[in-house]
Structure formats: structure tokens, C-alpha cells
């Protein structure tokens, strides 16, 4: 979509506010992405774009964390593709792929990432 990319910009923003709102409790509503969708293999999206934007941004905040930032959770944007109010069905954000015409669900490569993250409370920080 032509927008900055900068997980450093999040560290930083969550440090800001930790430090000026004295130590609040911060959840993290909506950060996504929105890439191309259409490479398919083995009825997975492989969304390979959308996957390293997530483990780079979960990277920052894991060490907003670490030094302290009170990050109480943090939700992916969105769940499944949707309507955007701008974009329309043209954009597609979901970490789960939807055919707009036959509403069938289909797994993208991020959400068996994001799966495993959420089952062990972690993720390899070499990926």
C-alpha cells in the first residue's frame, strides 16, 4: 500500500509512552498489513511479506517488553480479510484468506507463524 514500514518506530512509541504516562498498561488494538495474496501452495497463501513484517514488529515490542514497557497484549489487524473502508475488498489484511464469492477460509503462511507464537507464549527470535 506505500506505507512506511518501521518496527523500531513502535519500540520507540512504546517507550515514549511508558516514560511519560508513568508505566501505563498498553495493548496494542490493530497492527497489520495489507501484501499481495495470490501465491497459494497446498491450499496455504504463501505470504511470506506479511509474516516477516509480523516477527519484525513482535521482535520490538518483545524488547519494549524486556526493558520494562507494560504491553498487556497486542492483536494482529485483522483476524480474516475484510471490507476496508478506503480500499474496499482490494486490500487484504487478514492473517486468514477469504474468497469473497464462495466465503471459504483458507490458512496464509503468517497464521501458522502466529499459531505456534501464541501456543508456546514465544517465538524464535532467529526467524
Known amino acids: 500500500m506505500g506505507w512506511e514500514v518501521y518496527p523500531d ?6 517507550k515514549r ?6 508505566l501505563p498498561l498498553i495493548y496494542i488494538t490493530e497492527n497489520g498489513m495489507a501484501c499481495r495474496d495470490d501465491n497459494i501452495v497446498d491450499k496455504v497463501v504463501q505470504d511470506d ?3 516477516s513484517y ?3 514488529y513482535f521482535k520490538a515490542v518483545n524488547r519494549a517488553i524486556n526493558e520494562g514497557v507494560n504491553l498487556k497484549g497486542y492483536f494482529v489487524w485483522s483476524l480474516m480479510d475484510n471490507f476496508e473502508w478506503i480500499e474496499g475488498y482490494s486490500k487484504r489484511f ?7 464469492e464462495t466465503q471459504e477460509r ?3 503462511k503468517n497464521s501458522l507463524w502466529y499459531r505456534d507464537v501464541i501456543a508456546k507464549n514465544g517465538f524464535d527470535f532467529q526467524s
Open 9 to 14: 518506530g513502535l519500540y520507540d512509541l512504546l
Open 17 to 22: 509512552v511508558d516514560r511519560n504516562y508513568d
Open 49 to 51: 511479506d506479511r509474516l
Open 54 to 56: 509480523l516477527q519484525r
Open 94 to 100: 487478514g492473517i486468514i484468506r477469504v474468497d469473497y
Open 106 to 108: 483458507m490458512w496464509k
